[in-house]
């Protein structure tokens, strides 16, 4: 008998030395060397684990709270009974009565309340809280309330919507005149799912009672300042006595935009009711569950061209599903609608976008904001077209993309900055895009040529297991809020320089990993002439730095990192003028005579950009990013599995601040986008999301990951001091069509929804059965079968957790087992 | 029960439910919270640590299971106020940015290094398919990793 | 501070039985990577209390008995990768046990476990229904064993009495026979299943013998496709063979739309990895 087992397992000794890992020798080839920026700010403690995200921070007598959420996607609220059997004394329960303000989560329009009073709405939504002094107690409680609701119909699919948030229409020259001229008119729809923003730290706040009567909200965030106003109105409070603190943020991508308000908001109120701190964490569940996702939407195109590749005419139809509340969507639908006829040069274009209420959880904001869904659509529908034209998708973008000198939908003559043929040239030659779709292409008319067994095409297989494709798009994105946004917010960055000496920046603008902490301290130490170094960050504390605004649209070094570099132009300036003497020899002398010096910078309106809101035409934003991408991908023919191998990405970002920070920005943007395009979908039932745990809502792995080659390109716009034009969202536009535009070029065939999952390339290439479509909500037989009356409705499931009838595992959630 | 381990070179002895989860031992028994919480289920790896030199989820494994064992957390990495040359490789490459992942990726980083991992692509991918990052698409954290790697080959 | 049910955590296995026998509901727990899910009580509900295997290192080590493979029950999937004599007998089981989680759930999953959990989409279990494994059942009466082919009775529902444990399984490993193994995951790493298969044969003058197919992910439990059995057995991989078993395998189950996957996309990919592995067995 031969017996092996594994190496015993060598513990180390407790006194055993580290082993040394060195840091890289000079001159290393194979993996370059690092570049000479200023490291992250805040990384040695983000490496050391020394950063306190939310969940670290420690409040001793703290109270955990808890969200009784509805099960259902649209009922009436009847009551909410206690379990008599449960001492109620030792836990708090609020509810919609118990909100001393108004019960609205302050955003863009007053419908979605902090708590449900009346209507459930949908599936996941706060109706009540809990706070318990631990967490055994806190489940103990929360298994003993129940909802009593009565069911209402629920609306699910966005066509049939009849409740709309908002809508856009765009138009230039005369569409009917265009398709007249048209030789050939292409359609096509796209649709595309929800997709998670799936930052690893999830929402958490954690709200400490204050002296003055007010509250100090410690969280994740992209947006104090959100918080700030929407605490101010729920709970009564002076700007004073409403206290909004960053702690370390563990990702963003637009998901903490809106939705802490309401978790912060909730903690506020029981930390208000018990007078002690009051910690509200998010698991993955209740994160995925509860929170925001990106919009679902429904593209059509219909496209007028001639046979010689000229584009004359462009018809373009957005719906977007909301969900079930307003929060950011007439703003994601405007960007979307903006976007959509993407960064091409047509005569006659008509755009009409429009977004409607489902009773799905409400969608807000996810980097890119309504672009990528609508840059997916055109993008496919040019791909389509090049092939129909037999044109390169390559040669016929050269045509069409935009030039200097060029008039949007919205009427906005392109002056400067306008880059997507640079960057369409620098991706497809970077990829070699001609050459290697010769191959693909010839590939592919092998294969074609080979042809199975036709009566058993769809379960067997062709000699070739795998076929590679390559697939191309290009997009662009406006740089910045949308329209008159930015003038309206008049944000506020300061630059001060302390008695002491020390200069630090005050903004409210916050570090979720994009490196807001490092370059807004090299930028002013630029421009100050001192080392970036000497520079501090304020804590983003709304009692100390100012309303810079939102830290979303790409804005932060565009426009805050603009007003950080004014400020500091200014106080040099003024520190020189006064000492007579290079500001870097003389402000610690100027600070101790003068007590210190603060520069407050208010944003001024960009040179020549007006945009009418009332008409909904002229410069919708000061300048354009611009992207090309170009995947190559791998797809398995047996299964439709698409295995992406590479995606090259060209950017203009206007200016590059720092190159390892922008292009680190273009990686993950683009690894977004790869798993939009191939495995990132939410099912629902019943308006219920199904992938409700990491288990089931899937992100790429790195072996999912492709080789992402960065090519960053620097058309400054003249309207920012630095030139920079944004870089957060750019990447995530362009990566989705490309990969499915790659697909094809391996298999022939076009899948027009997202993600282009196996499932739905192996429909697209042997007919079987495609899934339901993305984002709709299907209907399950249960709740198609006479619903309970409230008496009988016994005990619901507890809390989010859906009833699977599938026994596959993991299963989607299901609450515990009488 | 009394629980006795080492966690980053020093005993420890643990009042403690054996069920208890070693991440929560970690983070709310011993104040470590360098050890993050993504998911709670084994698909994140922000919990990653390394009990006897190997790899796991703190989420996963209960307190008993540790007992006589020894854990090395991300504190651990380096003396107090240092950086090892994994974490300084993550430093300089942009492998960290919201740093959420930062912990539970070096910890896989380094066990894939200690266990004589070369600076290979594709073995590094393999090696940090437990860890999820959404902020980095993973490129700059491969090539913090095979900096490291190839610095360790060339110290062995 | 959650709730943490009771553990115990014996050091040897006769005290695991007597705590087994009492009746008190003990839940064994092997490397935790299924039951500690459970502990925070968020996800579903956590077990009464807990009988903590780890310790017992008679179920730990792989040896070679004769020309059967034996697993002690708290073989992890990496011990399975890293064995010399599980990739000389049997690289079908490395294989399947490379793709299950990454490290971190491979330094600590249990072949013992995946057994005893019985999930459908359990990644091992094909391969032992597909070489004839046998499951041997122990406790304070003794051992038993149990055919994988009789192991899985219902939906998470085995043939393990309260009082057992699996502690080893045990894998015939025949000179000749040939196994392969495919799974077809959600992505590339840390994938649970969509359609998991193993096939094995014996090769016997041109034709092939003892033709196991085995499938996880599309029905309650890991199952064998025994009409598409026959079809192969005492047959050569030809191209009519490999299409008159793909059209019989798809026509034999009847998986079910979920979570991860649609009901038809299950049939028609498992009809296709099996022609693509009859293909390449065949060499055409």
Known sequence: MTVTTRPPRVAPRPDAPVAPVRAPLDGDIGIGRARAYPLRREGPEKLTGTALYTDDLVFPGAWYGHTIRSTEPHARLLGIDLDPDFDWSTVVLLTARDIPGENFVSLITDDQPILVDDEIRHHAEPVALLAAPDREMLRAAKGRVRLRTEPLPPVFDPLEATQEFAHFGLAKGDIEAGFAEAELVIEGTYRVGHQEQLYIENNAMIAVPRADGGVTIHGSMQCPYYIHKALKRALLLTDAQAVVIQAETGGGFGGKEEYPSIIAIHAALLAQR????????????????????????IVKHRTGVTRDGRLVAQDIDVVMDGGAYCTLTPVVLSRGTLHAGGPYDCPN??????????????NGAFRGFGAPQTEFAVEMQVNRIAEALGISPLELRRRWVYQIGDETPSGQILRESVAGEEVLERAAEAAEFERVSALTGSARSERAARPPNPSVAQLTTASDRTARGIGLALAWHGAGFTGSGEVKLASVASLELMPDGRIRVLTGSTEMGQGTKTIFPQLAAEQLGIDEADVEMAPQDTSIVPDSGPTVASRTAMVVGGLVIAASARMRAMVEASTGRSFAESYVEYAREHGGLRVDQQFEPYPNVNFDDETYRGDAYPAYGWACAVAEVEVDLDTGETHVRSVVSADDIGKAIHPVMAEGQVEGGTLQGVGYATIEEIKLVDGRYLNDRLATYLIPTALDAPRIETILVENPYSGAPHGAKGVGELPMDVPAAAVVAAIHDATGVWVHDLPATPERVLAALHGITPPPLPGISTVSERSSTPAPSAEDAGAPEEGLDPQPDAPTDPQPLRGPQP | MTYRFAVNGEEVSLEVPGMRRLLDALREDLGLTGTKEGCGEGECGACSVLVDGEVVDSCLVPVSQVEGTSVMTVEGLAPAGGMDGLQQAFLERGGAQCGICTPGMLMAARAYIDSGGAPVDEDIREAIAGNLCRCTGYTKIIEAIAVAARGSADAR | MPAEPPIESPSDLGQAYSLLASGDGWRPIAGGTDLMVQITGELSPPPDRVLDLWRLD????????????????????????????CREHLPALVEAAATIGAAQIQN???????????????????????TDAEIVLGSATGERTVPAADFWIGYRQTARRPDELVVRVRIPVPGGRQVRFRKVGTRRAQAISKVVMALSWRPDAGVWRDVRVALGSIAATPVRAPETERVLEGAAPRSETADHAAVTIAGEISPIDDVRSTADYR??????????????AGGW
């Open chain 3, 108 to 130: 600590r999953g249990t072949i013992g476990g995946n057994i005893v959990n019985a999930s459908p989409a359990g990644d091992t279990l094909p391969v032992l229904l597909a």
């Open chain 1, 274 to 297: 018990l007078g002690k701190p009051v910690r509200m964490i998010y698991d993955r569940h209740e994160d995925l569950a509860a929170t925001t996702k990106r919009h679902p939407a």
């Open chain 3, 267 to 280: 049939r028609v990919v498992t009809a296709r990895i099996l022609h693509r592995l009859l293909r390449e």
């Open chain 1, 349 to 362: 274009v008509r755009i009409n976008g429009r977004a409607v209420a489902t009773n799905t959880p409400p």
């Open chain 3, 58 to 85: 008679e179920l730990r080590g792989i040896s070679l008995d004769g020309d059967v493979l034996v697993l002690g029950a708290l073989t992890t999937y990496t011990d399975i990768r890293l064995s010399d004599l």
